[in-house]
Protein backbone atom coordinates (compact mmCIF):
# COMPACT_ATOMS: atom_id res chain seq x y z
CA UNK A 1 0.00 0.00 0.00
CA UNK A 2 2.83 2.48 0.94
CA UNK A 3 4.79 1.73 -1.55
CA UNK A 4 2.05 2.41 -4.47
CA UNK A 5 1.41 5.70 -2.63
CA UNK A 6 5.20 6.95 -2.83
CA UNK A 7 5.56 5.61 -6.20
CA UNK A 8 2.65 8.17 -7.07
CA UNK A 9 4.09 10.86 -5.09
CA UNK A 10 7.07 10.84 -6.94
CA UNK A 11 5.77 10.27 -10.50
CA UNK A 12 3.77 13.57 -9.75
CA UNK A 13 5.88 16.30 -7.65
CA UNK A 14 9.11 14.51 -8.52
CA UNK A 15 8.85 12.86 -12.17
CA UNK A 16 12.79 13.80 -12.66
CA UNK A 17 13.99 11.33 -9.82
CA UNK A 18 15.39 7.93 -10.96
CA UNK A 19 13.67 5.07 -8.74
CA UNK A 20 13.42 1.26 -8.83
CA UNK A 21 11.29 -1.55 -7.90
CA UNK A 22 12.41 -4.46 -5.99
CA UNK A 23 16.23 -3.18 -6.47
CA UNK A 24 18.64 -5.94 -4.40
CA UNK A 25 20.74 -4.46 -1.85
CA UNK A 26 23.16 -6.93 -2.58
CA UNK A 27 24.05 -4.80 -5.56
CA UNK A 28 24.83 -1.69 -3.46
CA UNK A 29 26.66 -3.70 -0.27
CA UNK A 30 30.16 -3.88 -0.51
CA UNK A 31 29.21 -7.48 1.52
CA UNK A 32 27.33 -8.19 -1.54
CA UNK A 33 24.89 -9.23 0.79
CA UNK A 34 21.04 -8.34 0.97
CA UNK A 35 17.73 -9.16 -0.32
CA UNK A 36 15.47 -6.52 -2.03
CA UNK A 37 14.52 -2.66 -1.40
CA UNK A 38 10.82 -2.11 -2.45
CA UNK A 39 11.54 1.02 -3.52
CA UNK A 40 15.40 2.66 -4.56
CA UNK A 41 15.33 6.22 -5.07
CA UNK A 42 18.36 8.25 -6.94
CA UNK A 43 18.10 11.78 -6.01
CA UNK A 44 20.17 13.56 -7.81
CA UNK A 45 19.50 17.13 -6.17
CA UNK A 46 18.70 18.68 -2.95
CA UNK A 47 15.39 19.74 -4.57
CA UNK A 48 14.64 15.56 -5.52
CA UNK A 49 15.86 14.86 -2.23
CA UNK A 50 13.52 16.78 -0.09
CA UNK A 51 10.63 15.97 -2.23
CA UNK A 52 11.28 12.15 -1.72
CA UNK A 53 11.61 12.69 2.08
CA UNK A 54 8.46 15.05 2.12
CA UNK A 55 6.47 12.28 0.19
CA UNK A 56 7.95 9.42 2.21
CA UNK A 57 6.56 11.18 5.55
CA UNK A 58 3.15 11.65 3.62
CA UNK A 59 3.26 8.05 3.57
CA UNK A 60 4.48 7.23 7.05
CA UNK A 61 7.67 5.85 5.37
CA UNK A 62 11.26 6.58 7.37
CA UNK A 63 13.62 5.60 4.55
CA UNK A 64 16.91 4.28 4.82
CA UNK A 65 19.56 6.35 3.48
CA UNK A 66 22.51 4.59 1.84
CA UNK A 67 25.70 5.71 0.52
CA UNK A 68 28.13 3.38 -1.07
CA UNK A 69 27.34 0.89 1.24
CA UNK A 70 30.63 0.02 2.65
CA UNK A 71 29.46 -0.19 6.12
CA UNK A 72 25.98 -1.66 6.05
CA UNK A 73 25.09 -5.16 6.55
CA UNK A 74 21.94 -5.80 4.85
CA UNK A 75 18.80 -8.45 5.32
CA UNK A 76 19.05 -11.43 3.58
CA UNK A 77 15.18 -11.03 3.04
CA UNK A 78 15.47 -7.05 2.04
CA UNK A 79 13.53 -4.32 3.06
CA UNK A 80 10.06 -2.83 2.55
CA UNK A 81 10.69 0.18 2.84
CA UNK A 82 12.32 3.26 0.51
CA UNK A 83 15.97 3.34 0.46
CA UNK A 84 17.60 6.62 -0.57
CA UNK A 85 20.60 5.87 -2.47
CA UNK A 86 22.97 8.56 -2.66
CA UNK A 87 26.34 7.72 -4.53
CA UNK A 88 27.24 8.80 -7.59
CA UNK A 89 23.70 10.51 -7.25
CA UNK A 90 24.05 13.67 -4.83
CA UNK A 91 27.07 14.68 -6.50
CA UNK A 92 29.73 17.51 -6.71
CA UNK A 93 32.74 19.00 -5.67
CA UNK A 94 34.33 23.09 -5.70
CA UNK A 95 35.93 24.86 -3.77
CA UNK A 96 34.77 27.88 -1.98
CA UNK A 97 38.19 29.70 -1.40
CA UNK A 98 41.66 28.54 -1.35
CA UNK A 99 41.49 26.45 1.43
CA UNK A 100 37.86 25.50 1.41
CA UNK A 101 36.08 22.67 -0.61
CA UNK A 102 31.97 22.02 -0.75
CA UNK A 103 31.47 18.79 -1.40
CA UNK A 104 28.49 16.60 -1.99
CA UNK A 105 27.39 13.57 0.13
CA UNK A 106 26.71 11.00 -3.03
CA UNK A 107 30.68 11.88 -4.18
CA UNK A 108 33.26 9.34 -3.02
CA UNK A 109 35.67 9.92 -0.44
CA UNK A 110 38.79 8.77 -2.81
CA UNK A 111 37.29 11.23 -5.60
CA UNK A 112 37.00 13.52 -2.78
CA UNK A 113 40.85 13.16 -2.04
CA UNK A 114 41.84 13.73 -5.62
CA UNK A 115 39.93 16.57 -6.08
CA UNK A 116 42.20 18.10 -3.27
CA UNK A 117 45.15 17.04 -4.78
CA UNK A 118 44.58 19.10 -7.88
CA UNK A 119 43.86 21.64 -6.27
CA UNK A 120 47.04 21.22 -3.93
CA UNK A 121 45.17 20.84 -0.78
CA UNK A 122 46.96 18.72 1.96
CA UNK A 123 44.36 16.91 4.95
CA UNK A 124 42.46 14.75 3.17
CA UNK A 125 45.03 11.71 2.14
CA UNK A 126 43.93 9.56 4.55
CA UNK A 127 40.59 9.19 3.07
CA UNK A 128 41.47 8.35 -0.37
CA UNK A 129 41.31 4.54 0.42
CA UNK A 130 38.30 4.40 2.72
CA UNK A 131 35.68 3.23 0.05
CA UNK A 132 32.79 4.77 1.23
CA UNK A 133 31.10 8.41 0.19
CA UNK A 134 31.33 11.83 1.79
CA UNK A 135 28.07 11.21 3.34
CA UNK A 136 28.73 7.81 4.91
CA UNK A 137 31.81 8.88 5.83
CA UNK A 138 30.64 12.15 7.78
CA UNK A 139 27.44 9.60 9.62
CA UNK A 140 30.84 7.61 10.34
CA UNK A 141 33.21 9.81 11.18
CA UNK A 142 35.47 7.65 9.15
CA UNK A 143 39.23 7.58 9.47
CA UNK A 144 42.42 6.22 9.04
CA UNK A 145 46.03 6.28 9.45
CA UNK A 146 45.79 9.07 12.16
CA UNK A 147 42.97 11.10 10.35
CA UNK A 148 39.59 11.36 10.43
CA UNK A 149 36.88 13.54 9.15
CA UNK A 150 36.25 15.48 12.32
CA UNK A 151 39.87 17.04 12.02
CA UNK A 152 38.74 19.10 8.72
CA UNK A 153 34.59 19.11 8.68
CA UNK A 154 34.26 23.13 9.39
CA UNK A 155 30.25 22.60 8.73
CA UNK A 156 27.39 19.77 7.65
CA UNK A 157 24.31 20.22 5.50
CA UNK A 158 21.41 18.49 6.37
CA UNK A 159 17.71 18.06 5.32
CA UNK A 160 15.67 16.67 8.31
CA UNK A 161 13.29 13.76 7.64
CA UNK A 162 10.53 16.39 6.74
CA UNK A 163 12.72 17.93 3.92
CA UNK A 164 13.65 20.80 6.30
CA UNK A 165 17.52 22.31 5.48
CA UNK A 166 20.05 22.96 8.86
CA UNK A 167 23.48 23.47 8.67
CA UNK A 168 25.47 22.20 11.84
CA UNK A 169 29.32 23.42 12.53
CA UNK A 170 31.83 20.85 12.87
CA UNK A 171 31.61 21.19 16.84
CA UNK A 172 27.77 20.22 16.74
CA UNK A 173 28.40 17.22 14.37
CA UNK A 174 29.15 15.32 17.58
CA UNK A 175 32.19 13.43 16.26
CA UNK A 176 34.13 10.63 18.45
CA UNK A 177 35.73 7.23 17.30
CA UNK A 178 33.23 6.21 14.38
CA UNK A 179 30.47 8.15 15.74
CA UNK A 180 28.37 11.32 15.22
CA UNK A 181 25.74 13.22 15.95
CA UNK A 182 24.21 11.66 12.93
CA UNK A 183 23.93 8.39 14.37
CA UNK A 184 20.98 9.32 16.63
CA UNK A 185 19.27 12.33 14.18
CA UNK A 186 17.46 11.39 11.54
CA UNK A 187 18.37 13.19 8.94
CA UNK A 188 20.09 13.30 5.55
CA UNK A 189 23.56 14.46 4.98
CA UNK A 190 23.37 16.46 2.02
CA UNK A 191 27.25 18.15 1.97
CA UNK A 192 30.07 19.20 3.87
CA UNK A 193 32.49 22.15 3.81
CA UNK A 194 35.84 20.75 4.77
CA UNK A 195 39.17 23.06 5.55
CA UNK A 196 41.98 21.49 4.38
CA UNK A 197 45.26 23.28 3.78
CA UNK A 198 47.73 24.41 1.29
CA UNK A 199 50.50 21.41 -0.35
CA UNK A 200 52.58 20.25 -2.57
CA UNK A 201 50.40 17.79 -4.99
CA UNK A 202 53.67 15.28 -5.27
CA UNK A 203 54.09 15.02 -1.72
CA UNK A 204 50.31 14.18 -1.32
CA UNK A 205 50.37 11.81 -4.11
CA UNK A 206 52.85 10.02 -2.67
CA UNK A 207 51.51 10.10 0.70
CA UNK A 208 48.37 8.77 -1.09
CA UNK A 209 49.83 5.69 -2.85
CA UNK A 210 51.95 4.95 0.40
CA UNK A 211 48.65 4.52 2.13
CA UNK A 212 47.33 2.57 -0.47
CA UNK A 213 49.82 0.37 -0.57
CA UNK A 214 49.80 -0.38 3.14
CA UNK A 215 46.19 -0.94 2.96
CA UNK A 216 46.97 -3.43 0.18
CA UNK A 217 49.31 -5.21 2.44
CA UNK A 218 47.18 -5.69 5.14
CA UNK A 219 43.77 -5.74 3.99
CA UNK A 220 42.00 -8.79 2.39
CA UNK A 221 40.67 -5.83 -0.68
CA UNK A 222 40.12 -9.44 -2.48
CA UNK A 223 37.11 -10.20 -1.02
CA UNK A 224 33.39 -8.55 -0.37
CA UNK A 225 33.46 -7.28 3.34
CA UNK A 226 32.62 -3.80 5.47
CA UNK A 227 35.85 -3.14 6.35
CA UNK A 228 36.61 -3.59 9.82
CA UNK A 229 33.93 -5.41 11.26
CA UNK A 230 34.52 -3.91 15.26
CA UNK A 231 35.27 -1.06 16.98
CA UNK A 232 38.67 -0.71 18.13
CA UNK A 233 38.14 -1.19 21.72
CA UNK A 234 40.02 1.22 24.27
CA UNK A 235 43.79 0.06 24.74
CA UNK A 236 43.71 -2.71 22.60
CA UNK A 237 43.02 -3.08 18.30
CA UNK A 238 40.59 -5.99 17.50
CA UNK A 239 42.59 -7.63 14.49
CA UNK A 240 45.50 -9.12 16.90
CA UNK A 241 42.41 -9.97 19.90
CA UNK A 242 40.70 -12.26 17.23
CA UNK A 243 43.79 -13.78 15.77
CA UNK A 244 45.16 -14.49 19.39
CA UNK A 245 41.55 -16.00 20.16
CA UNK A 246 42.64 -18.69 17.43
CA UNK A 247 39.28 -17.07 15.06
CA UNK A 248 41.13 -17.02 11.87
CA UNK A 249 39.24 -18.59 8.63
CA UNK A 250 36.93 -19.84 11.33
CA UNK A 251 33.00 -18.56 10.48
CA UNK A 252 29.27 -19.83 8.85
CA UNK A 253 28.56 -20.89 5.44
CA UNK A 254 30.28 -18.39 3.24
CA UNK A 255 31.30 -15.56 6.16
CA UNK A 256 34.74 -15.84 7.77
CA UNK A 257 37.16 -13.75 9.42
CA UNK A 258 39.67 -12.86 7.08
CA UNK A 259 43.02 -15.17 7.11
CA UNK A 260 44.50 -12.24 5.68
CA UNK A 261 43.70 -9.44 8.93
CA UNK A 262 41.35 -10.69 11.49
CA UNK A 263 39.40 -7.81 11.66
CA UNK A 264 37.87 -8.22 8.98
CA UNK A 265 34.56 -10.93 8.38
CA UNK A 266 34.47 -11.64 4.53
CA UNK A 267 32.10 -13.09 2.24
CA UNK A 268 34.08 -16.05 0.37
CA UNK A 269 30.93 -16.60 -1.47
CA UNK A 270 27.16 -16.83 -0.83
CA UNK A 271 27.57 -15.41 2.44
CA UNK A 272 23.66 -14.76 3.69
CA UNK A 273 23.46 -11.90 6.40
CA UNK A 274 22.63 -14.24 8.98
CA UNK A 275 25.69 -16.56 8.30
CA UNK A 276 27.94 -13.06 8.86
CA UNK A 277 25.65 -12.33 12.09
CA UNK A 278 26.50 -15.26 13.82
CA UNK A 279 30.11 -15.02 12.95
CA UNK A 280 30.55 -11.99 14.57
CA UNK A 281 28.19 -13.02 17.93
CA UNK A 282 31.20 -16.29 17.87
CA UNK A 283 33.60 -13.69 17.78
CA UNK A 284 32.28 -11.52 20.41
CA UNK A 285 31.81 -14.73 22.38
CA UNK A 286 35.00 -16.21 21.82
CA UNK A 287 37.54 -13.04 22.35
CA UNK A 288 35.39 -12.32 25.59
CA UNK A 289 35.93 -15.53 26.89
CA UNK A 290 40.06 -15.31 25.90
CA UNK A 291 40.43 -11.87 26.86
CA UNK A 292 37.27 -10.98 29.08
CA UNK A 293 37.61 -7.86 26.18
CA UNK A 294 34.11 -7.18 24.60
CA UNK A 295 33.82 -5.88 20.84
CA UNK A 296 31.35 -3.97 19.23
CA UNK A 297 30.54 -4.12 15.73
CA UNK A 298 31.48 -1.44 13.60
CA UNK A 299 29.57 -2.56 10.30
CA UNK A 300 25.89 -1.21 10.80
CA UNK A 301 23.30 -4.35 10.65
CA UNK A 302 19.87 -2.67 8.86
C1 LIG B 1 37.62 -2.62 2.20
C2 LIG B 1 37.08 -1.60 3.17
C3 LIG B 1 37.96 -0.77 3.86
C4 LIG B 1 37.47 0.19 4.75
N1 LIG B 1 38.36 1.00 5.41
C5 LIG B 1 37.90 1.93 6.25
C6 LIG B 1 38.81 2.81 6.95
O1 LIG B 1 40.01 2.76 6.77
N2 LIG B 1 38.28 3.70 7.81
C7 LIG B 1 36.94 3.81 8.04
O2 LIG B 1 36.52 4.65 8.84
N3 LIG B 1 36.06 3.00 7.40
C8 LIG B 1 36.50 2.08 6.53
N4 LIG B 1 35.61 1.26 5.88
C9 LIG B 1 34.19 1.35 6.18
C10 LIG B 1 33.39 2.33 5.30
O3 LIG B 1 34.03 2.51 4.04
C11 LIG B 1 33.23 3.69 5.97
O4 LIG B 1 32.52 3.56 7.17
C12 LIG B 1 32.52 4.68 5.07
O5 LIG B 1 32.58 5.96 5.65
C13 LIG B 1 31.05 4.32 4.83
O6 LIG B 1 30.58 5.14 3.77
P1 LIG B 1 29.41 4.64 2.82
O7 LIG B 1 29.09 5.72 1.88
O8 LIG B 1 29.74 3.34 2.23
O9 LIG B 1 28.24 4.49 3.87
P2 LIG B 1 27.16 3.33 3.94
O10 LIG B 1 27.84 2.05 4.23
O11 LIG B 1 26.29 3.39 2.75
O12 LIG B 1 26.33 3.79 5.21
C14 LIG B 1 26.90 3.73 6.51
C15 LIG B 1 25.92 4.41 7.48
O13 LIG B 1 25.86 5.80 7.14
C16 LIG B 1 24.51 6.19 6.86
N5 LIG B 1 24.58 7.17 5.78
C17 LIG B 1 25.28 7.05 4.62
N6 LIG B 1 25.17 8.17 3.88
C18 LIG B 1 24.37 9.01 4.59
C19 LIG B 1 23.86 10.32 4.36
N7 LIG B 1 24.17 11.02 3.27
N8 LIG B 1 23.06 10.86 5.30
C20 LIG B 1 22.72 10.18 6.43
N9 LIG B 1 23.19 8.95 6.71
C21 LIG B 1 23.99 8.37 5.80
C22 LIG B 1 23.80 4.91 6.45
O14 LIG B 1 22.41 5.01 6.69
C23 LIG B 1 24.49 3.88 7.34
O15 LIG B 1 23.90 3.85 8.62
C24 LIG B 1 36.07 0.31 4.97
C25 LIG B 1 35.19 -0.51 4.27
C26 LIG B 1 35.68 -1.46 3.36
C27 LIG B 1 34.72 -2.31 2.60
Not at 103 to 119: C, P, Q
Not at 163 to 190: A, D, H, N, W
Amino acid sequence: MWSSELQQTIIQRCAAAEYRLQEPLSRHTSFRIGGPAAIMAFPKTTEELKLLLQGAAAAGVQPYILGAGTNILAPDEGLDALVICLKDALCGIRCLDETRLEIYAGESMAKAAVFAKNHALTGLEFAHGIPGTLGGGVYMNAGAYGGELKQIVESVTILTMDGEEKTLSGEECGFGYRTSVYQKLPCVIVRAVLRLQTGDPDVIGQTMRTLMEKRKASQPLELPSAGSTFKRPEGYFAGPLIERAGLKGCGFGGAEVSKKHAGFVVNTGGASADDVKKTIAMVQSRVWEASGVRLEPEVRIW
